[in-house]
């Protein structure tokens, strides 16, 4: 009954499914490490969102780290206005704590500023070219850089500067991709040299996959450039060690603490297993109650079909490999494409996938809806209850800041151009934007769904049709 929530925050996409890759994979060694009662994850532009994260954490004690490479414009503005933080600007040595809707939030600093990454990035250098000899060799730490927060590049500058100063390179110096000093100018850094280029950078994606090979002229791991060997290493962020990193942010944050069970959460998660017990469907999802207290969870157009192509979840006994470790995360794999692979950023768009069944106990229900359809429950029950609020338009719209700024200059027929192109595709019904329901899920309508709030994908569609409108 006691326990607390641990939220990894990425950035997310919603184009590419694989952007959160890395993030999902710390969020499942850090449920693997028995630390936590809970782990769940959120994503600014994907579903589960920090909108609604902190309303489907079981505890009321939750540490929140941004699996985030960087300081800057995300860790020290989006992610704590979004979760409904006070707090603005830097965040300090053992992180910052606030109370938001009866829950204590412990909100940790990035990975990425962590002293200890200096190893990691050392670690991935070493791993890439075992043997060269390091006098020989100069080792460029590649960031991408941004003009808009000097900030973000620190944690890089001082990771090369502390290399520089071990003395265990010929040179150690930081280049990036958007500004000087330019990773296209690692020649006029680094003389005769051998050179080792580590990307500083959270995860494997179009930066380090693409851009900068294409941009650096490099093939393959070990390059022959200018007569001198280029040795290219992996990201020091999907480095296993960097879990050691996200631990140890979170023991600065206070985070040992244990919190009450949040009543509010219990009670709409006994209200589904209710529902569900009797058989439900949510939206495309079945839920067939089975025996011994398991349920089945399928496309409901699959319903009653036997002969499904099968995926990896189909084959794992999922009674006796709880959910919460790799079946949940191909679950939630499993279900954030469509049926072409197509990404589904808000879950409940339609188009959930066929083809697949899981079986799960009681308690694991939660987990599997969670990365389903996150956050409809505790949306629903509340619904139910009277207590759904909703967020207008103009609300979110003042809210909005960087590139998504200019939304609240949107007229309502450019809102509503956006809602047919987004929302109509969704289950959801957007309340917030004056749409009514009579019932949820909950209570037998198994398309009630509510919106209290417009997502990003919303308002990301508002700021496209401004920037196209003359
Ligand atoms: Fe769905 Fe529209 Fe709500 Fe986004 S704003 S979750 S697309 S109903």
Request: glycine residues 8%.
């Amino acid at each position: 009954t006691h326990g607390r929530t641990l939220v990894v925050v990425g950035h997310g996409s919603h184009l590419n499914a694989d952007s959160a890759r890395a993030v999902r994979a710390h969020a499942h060694h850090l449920r693997e490490s028995g630390q936590f009662q809970e782990v769940l994850e959120a994503y600014w532009k994907e579903e589960p969102s920090l909108r609604q994260v902190l309303q489907t954490a079981r505890y009321r004690e939750v540490t929140v780290l941004p699996a985030f490479i960087s300081e800057g414009y995300f860790t020290e503005q989006v992610i704590p206005r979004e979760l409904g933080l006070s707090h603005q600007g830097r965040v300090p040595q053992g992180g910052i704590t606030g109370e938001v809707n009866g829950k204590t939030v412990h909100y940790t600093r990035p990975y990425g500023i962590h002293p200890a990454m200096t190893d990691i990035l050392l670690a991935r250098a070493r791993e890439v070219c075992p043997g060269w000899e390091a006098q020989k060799t100069a080792l460029v730490v590649l960031g991408h850089g941004t003009r808009r927060n000097a900030r973000s590049r620190e944690a890089i500058e001082n990771a090369a500067k502390t290399l520089a100063a071990t003395g265990l390179f010929a040179k150690a110096v930081a280049l990036y991709l958007d500004e000087s000093p330019y990773a296209t100018a690692w020649p006029e850094f680094t003389g005769e040299l051998d050179v080792i280029l580590v990307p500083f950078f959270a995860s494997e994606g179009w930066h380090t996959q693409e851009t900068i090979p294409e941009e650096l002229g490099l093939h393959g791991a070990v390059s022959q450039l200018d007569e001198r060997r280029v040795c290219y290493a992996h990201p020091v962020g999907t480095h296993p060690d960097v879990k050691g990193v996200l631990l140890e942010l979170v023991h600065e944050a206070g985070g040992t603490v244990s919190g009450d069970v949040d009543e509010v959460h219990a009670l709409a998660w006994n209200a589904l297993l209710n529902a569900a017990s009797a058989g439900l469907t949510v939206g495309e999802l079945q839920i067939e109650p089975l025996p011994h207290g398991k349920f089945a969870l399928r496309n409901v157009v699959d319903a009653g079909e036997d002969d499904l192509d099968t995926v990896p979840l189909d084959t794992v006994p999922l009674d006796t490999v709880p959910l919460d470790t790799v079946p949940l995360d191909e679950l939630n794999a499993v279900t954030g494409r469509d049926d072409v692979g197509k990404h589904r950023p808000i879950r409940t768009q339609k188009g959930l996938p066929r083809g697949w069944r899981a079986e799960v106990s009681g308690v694991d229900l939660r987990h599997a809806l969670h990365a389903i359809y996150p956050t409809v429950t505790e949306e629903a029950h509340a619904f139910e209850q009277g207590n759904l609020p909703i967020t207008p338009w103009p609300d979110t719209a003042a809210r909005q800041s960087g590139m998504y700024r200019r939304v609240r200059h949107a007229t309502p027929e450019q809102l509503q151009s956006a809602q047919e192109m987004t929302c109509s595709g969704c289950l959801r019904s957007p309340l917030w934007a004056g749409e009514t329901l009579s019932g949820t899920f909950l209570s037998g309508r198994s398309c009630g769904l509510p919106c209290a709030e417009a997502c990003t994908l919303l308002v990301s569609e508002v700021a496209h049709l401004l920037e196209e409108s003359p």
